[in-house]
């Protein structure tokens, strides 16, 4: 069964320092998502794009995170400069089109910074 | 902003009972949809039930949707202890391309 690889798993880094996570969604997925999750809460969006464009980052902030999915397959998602508060999971997941459809997640990558 | 709001926040019962859960939300829907996480994982989509639909089922799983008081159930029946998980609903508001999930509801079924 086809499924949406994230990595690293887990990511530990210092405040001030960079960190990139990666995505690969399910082969034949147009839609790709990257959530922010802080333990206890649901899933918040980051960013959403339909091939290789965005379509909602509204709430990504963007004077340290960035997000780009360049021939509209897997996708990087990176924090510079890392704070405290980035302290989450952050979780990848794809669906057929957008809006509608039911999204497959990946297992995550769980960032602690200190 | 989370758009949907689950109840209880958490739930505790014993293997075999039954469990319930339910989903208030704000705006006008396509479709809602629950999934499920377990601790420290991604999240496992259950079921998807659209503004057109009142009931759907799906192996022990049970949805309402009440389009007219913006709520969802979900019933979990005959209860195992592999349900443990937090159980979260989604929704993907009409006319937008954004599906906005709520808090959660923590299950812990003890066996």
């Known amino acids: 069964e086809a499924e949406v690889a994230q990595s690293p798993r887990y990511k530990i880094t210092e405040k001030s320092q960079a960190v990139a996570f990666w995505c690969d969604p399910i082969s034949g997925h147009a839609t790709l998502y990257w959530y922010r999750q802080i333990l206890g809460q649901g899933p918040e969006l980051l960013v959403q794009?339909?091939?290789?464009?965005?379509?909602?980052d509204s709430q990504l902030p963007k004077d340290r995170f960035s997000a780009e999915r360049l021939k509209g397959v897997d996708s990087t998602l990176k924090i510079q400069p890392a704070e405290l508060g980035d302290s989450a999971m952050y979780l990848c997941?794809?669906?057929?089109?957008?809006?509608?459809?039911?999204?497959?997640f990946g297992p995550g990558t769980r960032l602690l910074v200190l | 902003s989370q758009q949907g709001e689950e109840d209880p926040q958490a739930l505790s019962i014993q293997e075999g009972e039954n469990a319930t859960m339910n989903c208030s939300y704000k705006t006008s829907i396509n479709n809602l949809q629950w999934y499920r996480q377990n601790s420290g994982r991604g999240l496992v989509h259950l079921i998807l039930?659209?503004?057109?639909?009142r009931e759907k089922h799906s192996g022990r799983l049970r949805v309402t949707l009440d389009t007219s008081k913006k709520s969802s159930s979900l019933l979990i029946t005959a209860s195992r202890a592999a349900d443990t998980a937090s159980y979260f609903c989604?929704?993907?508001?009409?006319?937008?391309?954004?599906?906005?999930f709520g808090a959660g509801t923590r299950l812990f079924v003890k066996a």
């Open positions: 989604a929704t993907a508001t009409t006319g937008g391309f954004k599906t906005i």
């Open positions: 794009f339909q091939d290789e464009s965005v379509v909602d």
């Open positions: 997941a794809s669906s057929l089109a957008v809006g509608e459809e039911t999204q497959y």
């Open positions: 039930i659209r503004s057109n639909e």
